[in-house]
T-cell receptor, first 113, second 116 residues
């Protein structure tokens, strides 16, 4: 059974640029959630996708957008990057959108200069 | 509003000591779920336990145990005979159980350092 994978591991961008982060969910999981974790903080929920549809969104601006594909992998896109977007971005998959434990990937460390 | 408080920012213990990590939560929901996750230096969050609001039984898993007390809105985590490999940041999280939005509300985490 393959766990949750994320790419890239690290990324450096400059203010104003756009970035796409990728996540492959664990086999058999149809729900993917994205979180932003700033240094020394707990994760903050960005949004969740269930069977290719957005299934809830946290308090993030529209320049944070996402997609889920038929194979349940997912992308997080961030436009017009700001310095405060520097964080660890975590993807988690779960078997369905009910209350299940979420299995996290190793994260993508984004640095915005 | 839902909220999770982990009052202990950092804890340092010597190997083999017992240590308890505190978690206090606030919610208006009658049905909810609580979680503990471990985040080692590698960054990946590791699921430890899920508890629903109707199950107040304490749970033990090896050296780990959890004490859920609805009366005090607490869900504390104890590591018995700590080991250096237990060094990590530990997060407590709360989830709504109604509607389709299953987001987790996280505490700020407790950084545990276990010294040899």
């Amino acid at each position: 059974e393959t766990g949750v994978t994320q790419s890239p591991t690290h990324l450096i961008k400059t203010r104003g640029q756009q970035v796409t982060l990728r996540c492959s969910s664990q086999s058999g999981h149809n729900t993917v959630s994205w979180y932003q974790q700033a240094l020394g903080q707990g994760p903050q929920f960005i949004f969740q996708y269930y069977r290719e549809e957005e299934n809830g969104r946290g308090n993030f601006p529209p320049r944070f957008s996402g997609l889920q594909f038929p194979n349940y992998s997912s992308e997080l896109n961030v436009n017009a990057l700001e310095l405060d977007d520097s964080a660890l971005y975590l993807c988690a998959s779960s078997p369905n959108r009910g209350i299940n434990e979420q299995f996290f990937g190793p994260g993508t460390r984004l640095t915005v200069l | 509003a839902q909220k999770v408080t982990q009052a202990q920012t950092e804890i340092s213990v010597v190997e083999k000591e017992d240590v308890t990590l505190d978690c206090v939560y606030e919610t208006r929901d009658t049905t909810y779920y609580l979680f503990w996750y471990k985040q080692p230096p590698s960054g990946e969050l590791v699921f430890l336990i899920r508890r629903n609001s109707f199950d107040e039984q304490n749970e033990i898993s090896g050296r780990y145990s959890w004490n859920f007390q609805k009366s005090t809105s607490s869900f504390n985590f104890t590591i018995t005979a700590s080991q250096v490999v237990d060094s990590a940041v530990y997060f407590c999280a709360l989830s709504e159980a109604t509607g389709n939005n299953r987001k987790l509300i996280w505490g700020l985490g407790t950084s545990l350092g276990v010294n040899p």
